[in-house]
Antibody
Framework: QVQLQESGPGLVKPSETLSLTCTVS?????????WGWFRQTPGKGLEWVGSFYRGGITHYNASLQSRVIISGDTSTNQFSLKLNSVTAADTAVFYC????????????WGQGTMVIVS | AIQLTQSPSSLSASVGDRVTITCRAS??????LAWYQQKPGKPPKLLLCDASTLENGVPSRFSGSGSGTDFTLTITSLQPEDFATYYCQHFNDYPLTFGGGTRVDIK
């Protein structure tokens, strides 16, 4: 079955770049699915960060657009998130997920990874 | 960005109760709405998409309705495993946004 797993540093210093990777198993990231990144904080709840589609098509949350890049690597079947110039406000649990083909909902999620900016 | 307002933000209920959660969109989104369940320390789990289409494997006690700006998630007979936080999410356009969540706990 399709599984997603986030990985990356759990601690990032302010002003540096947060880098996370989502490893997908059971399905190629080059298949006809969008892949997304989300974050969750107690204060702001669930927030969509951005989405990636094969061929390098991306959509970003405008609130983060100037700081975020999402890209994919078909050789490793991973897609990644880079968020630069981080502050304490970027401290969150980050999730990667797969979007349903037939709708804009996300049906398969990774377990999430906590990132602290300090 | 479209804002989604969920109500109530929390509720207490007993096993067997009927529970209704509402989600109101700041503008019309036709039926481009999903509902998720989330338990502590776990990722969201998709329950329904397109406002009322039950995801495979989700019990039939969960149902959704609505279109335009007003949506409802109903749990007809609350089970112990249903105590969780529920979120709506729209996919009418970008940015995708979520409601603030409704926590359902044990009375």
């Amino acid at each position: 079955q399709v599984q997603l797993q986030e990985s990356g540093p759990g601690l990032v210093k302010p002003s540096e770049t947060l880098s996370l990777t989502c490893t997908v198993s059971g399905l190629s990231i080059n298949s006809a699915y969008y892949w997304g990144w989300f974050r969750q904080t107690p204060g702001k709840g669930l927030e969509w960060v951005g989405s990636f589609y094969r061929g390098g098509i991306t959509h970003y949350n405008a609130s983060l657009q100037s700081r975020v890049i999402i890209s994919g690597d078909t050789s490793t079947n991973q897609f990644s998130l880079k968020l630069n110039s981080v502050t304490a406000a970027d401290t969150a649990v980050f999730y990667c997920a797969r979007k349903c083909q037939r709708s804009g909902a996300f049906d398969i999620w990774g377990q999430g990874t906590m990132v602290i900016v300090s | 960005a479209i804002q989604l307002t969920q109500s109530p933000s929390s509720l207490s209920a007993s096993v067997g109760d009927r529970v209704t959660i509402t989600c109101r969109a700041s503008q019309g989104i036709t039926r481009a709405l999903a509902w998720y369940q989330q338990k502590p320390g776990k990722p969201p789990k998709l329950l329904l998409c397109d406002a009322s289409t039950l995801e495979n494997g989700v019990p039939s006690r969960f149902s959704g309705s609505g279109s335009g700006t007003d949506f409802t998630l109903t749990i007809t007979s609350l089970q112990p495993e249903d105590f969780a936080t529920y979120y709506c999410q729209h996919f009418n356009d970008y940015p995708l946004t979520f409601g603030g969540g409704t926590r359902v706990d044990i009375k």
